[in-house]
């Protein structure tokens, strides 16, 4: 027992209690000391040593609101962690928070950054022994106008609290360190905060955390489209789905994905962006993705190439390597490489990494000629030592009134039979290859017309399937005969 003040006795449950409640209000009022970033949002933070504008696209309630609080309060206080190696400020900032309503402003950015009204200021992730003044809003129920918080320098840095639907004439004006929007910010809000930031240490300091509800809008074309006259020149997305985050159960993830109306679940749970009727592949990637396996040693295996820039375009060069289980008639993307700015020597040393004299499907465009060599890049291909199919990309063969007639090369009619064999579970993708991830749920069309951007490793699959009849058994295996019929049997069924 310990004598109180008062004379009165202590008991030890209630000194225990005591430390309890003392326990929790540090909780409480210093969540930044405890922040613990899942993988996603830690190459979210560190991409902003580098990049001047990020965007996190991510499904709801995954942690890229709590992401963006948590490096806000970072660059307002100083207070970087060990493991930090995103974007630093050595003195105290000028910061805007915004999102698309004062009510939204208040009920995300405000309430993950100074916590519940009902809890007190200072329950959020700025701590609450740094907050040196709170100036209300005049227009928000229990808004916030700004904020003044202590650096470690022994400066004061100043948060305000924006919205979008001020208008970017609202934004002009000010000289800032850096912004945070929270949800999807008109382009013309959006370019006025990028303009806010031209100063300091970093020009352009910029993040925004969104769910893609706005579909292929012109913000998320600023970093996703590949017209270098709309992408952003230094710009970086990270993408979050329901499987990155750790705090769902499989259960609850589950019943999560089956709560939302069919037409958002990729948005709300992937952090795709809602294409509308204009996207093409329609079955969840959730669906066609697989678990890496051990390839049965008698499957066949094909690659796939697109020459971009390895041959006259500017976009990326790409290959895949494809395999194919003649049991089920499924063809499985294995292998994905996809790369800017290499030389035509540089894309065939990545394709003879998927196996030695593996047969190559390759593009109508690859019998164009090289300014430089005058050779056809086919030829350049075979001369690097690829085992290029005898003809480009194109359906079988066919007889009609008695002539043979050349197989078709139309996309439109090569994207068909991957949609079907992706609807009937015949085209697997191997996860980790976030490049086939990434065009596959921007695919889209425009006024009914395919969209002919990113989609390089699309391409490249595309010519694989329509020529999986010349997939080959790798030699060492010892199935030739085997090989022999199985293109044999897939060619009589494509002539059908």
Known sequence: MRIKADGSQESAEYRLAILLEEMQRRVREDKLARYKPYARQKEFHTAGATKNERLFMAGNQLGKTMAGAMETTFHLTGLYPDWWQGLRFDKPTRIWAASTT??????NCQRYLLGEIEEGWGTGAIPRRLIKKIRRSTQVPDGVNYVLVKHVSGGISRLQFKTFDQGALKWQGATIDFVWNDEEPPIDVYSEG????????????????????????????????????????????????????????????????????????????????ILGSGRIFRKAYSDIEVEPFAIPSHWPQIAGIDIGGAGAGSHPAAAVKLVFDPDTDTIYVVTVWREREVTLADHASAVKRFGENI?????????????????????????????????????????????????????????????????????????????????????????GLIVKLNDDVLSATRYGVVMIRYAEVPEATGWGDFKGNINANLNDDWAR
């Open 359 to 447: 047969p190559v499907a390759w593009p109508h465009d690859a019998l164009q000629h090289d300014r430089k060599s005058g050779q056809k890049y086919k030829e350049e291909f075979e001369n690097e030592g690829l085992n290029m199919c005898d003809h480009h990309a194109r359906f079988p063969d066919f007889v009609s009134e008695g002539l043979v007639k050349q197989g078709s090369v139309s996309v439109e009619a090569g994207v068909l039979e991957m949609n079907q064999r992706f609807a009937q579970g015949r085209l697997k993708v191997f996860s980790g290859n976030d490049a086939f991830r990434d065009e596959y749920e921007m695919y889209h069309r425009k006024d």
């Open 102 to 107: 004062g009510e939204l402003t208040r009920d």
């Open 194 to 273: 990028l303009t806010r930031t031209n100063r300091g240490q970093r020009s352009h300091a910029v993040m925004t955390t969104f769910t893609p509800l706005l579909g292929m809008s012109d913000t998320v074309n600023r970093f996703l489209s590949k017209d270098e006259g709309v992408r952003t020149p230094n710009g970086h997305v990270t993408r979050m789905g329901i499987n990155d985050v750790e705090h769902y159960s499989e259960e609850e993830k589950k019943s999560i994905i089956a709560a939302y109306p069919a037409h958002e679940r990729e948005a709300r749970a992937n952090g795709t962006p």
